[in-house]
């Protein structure tokens, strides 16, 4: 764990996936504000997340979203939200959060998007999740950390799958999707910290 250049805290740095020269997951930045805008109001970049339109969100909502998110890392707050960059080439290429951190029950939830359309299927989400995972447990001294995804997105499941997450239910008609008021069911899943050692020692030693 260390500090970048811009000041933010640097909270993974991962060799993988192999060949692409690594990535880095770290603290937002007030820079990030532009960033996290065009994202989050694209809709090619939102859709598989229910929002086919984007979030419309205007650069003020944005701002606050930003900065209520940064600071130093030794601030654990109840939820937070971080930034994925590729090495090579070095740019920002999705982002993470935590939420809902139930200190007295011992769980909280993530998420995670990959938003550079160039970045999709090359390994970085897995490595992003991975690293984030170790993160979590560790500095949040949780037993179990949850997400979710909509039923229909079949990469975002497999993907949580291959990682060492167990599906614990359905929530039928879990999400309405704004604007149209179309329902579809979420797919909860959930990772426990007694399994995750095993998982991810697993994983890595599938990649030599």
């Given at each position: 764990?260390?500090?970048?250049?811009?000041g933010s805290?640097?909270i993974v740095?991962?060799?993988?996936p192999?060949?692409?020269?690594?990535l880095?997951?770290?603290?937002?930045?007030?820079a990030?504000?532009s960033?996290?805008h065009?994202?989050?109001?694209?809709?090619?970049v939102?859709?598989?997340?229910g929002f086919p339109?984007?979030?419309?969100?205007s650069?003020?909502k944005?701002?606050?979203?930003?900065a209520a998110?940064t600071?130093?890392?030794?601030?654990?707050?109840a939820?937070r939200?971080?930034?994925?960059e590729?090495?090579?080439?070095?740019?920002p290429?999705g982002?993470l959060n935590y939420?809902?951190?139930d200190?007295v029950?011992?769980k909280v939830s993530?998420?995670?998007?990959?938003?550079?359309?160039?970045a999709?299927?090359k390994g970085?989400?897995?490595?992003?999740?991975c690293g984030?995972i170790s993160?979590?447990?560790?500095h949040?001294?949780v037993h179990k950390i949850?997400?979710?995804?909509?039923?229909?997105?079949?990469?975002a499941r497999r993907?949580y799958e291959?990682?060492g997450?167990?599906m614990?239910?359905?929530t039928p008609n879990?999400?309405?999707?704004e604007?149209t008021?179309?329902?579809?069911?979420?797919?909860?899943f959930?990772?426990?910290?007694?399994s995750?050692?095993s998982?991810?020692?697993?994983?890595?030693?599938?990649?030599?």
């Amino acid at each position: 764990m260390s500090n970048d250049q811009y000041g933010s805290i640097i909270i993974v740095r991962s060799s993988a996936p192999k060949g692409s020269g690594g990535l880095i997951i770290r603290g937002l930045t007030g820079a990030d504000t532009s960033l996290l805008h065009r994202w989050w109001n694209n809709p090619d970049v939102m859709t598989h997340v229910g929002f086919p339109n984007g979030l419309n969100l205007s650069r003020i909502k944005v701002e606050k979203i930003v900065a209520a998110s940064t600071g130093s890392d030794t601030e654990f707050r109840a939820e937070r939200r971080f930034i994925i960059e590729a090495v090579k080439p070095a740019m920002p290429i999705g982002e993470l959060n935590y939420s809902g951190w139930d200190k007295v029950n011992g769980k909280v939830s993530i998420g995670i998007k990959i938003c550079e359309q160039n970045a999709l299927r090359k390994g970085y989400a897995s490595a992003a999740l991975c690293g984030f995972i170790s993160y979590v447990f560790e500095h949040l001294a949780v037993h179990k950390i949850e997400l979710d995804t909509l039923a229909r997105n079949q990469a975002a499941r497999r993907l949580y799958e291959k990682i060492g997450f167990s599906m614990t239910g359905v929530t039928p008609n879990g999400f309405m999707e704004e604007g149209t008021g179309a329902s579809e069911d979420v797919v909860l899943f959930e990772l426990l910290r007694a399994s995750w050692p095993s998982v991810f020692q697993r994983k890595l030693s599938n990649k030599h």
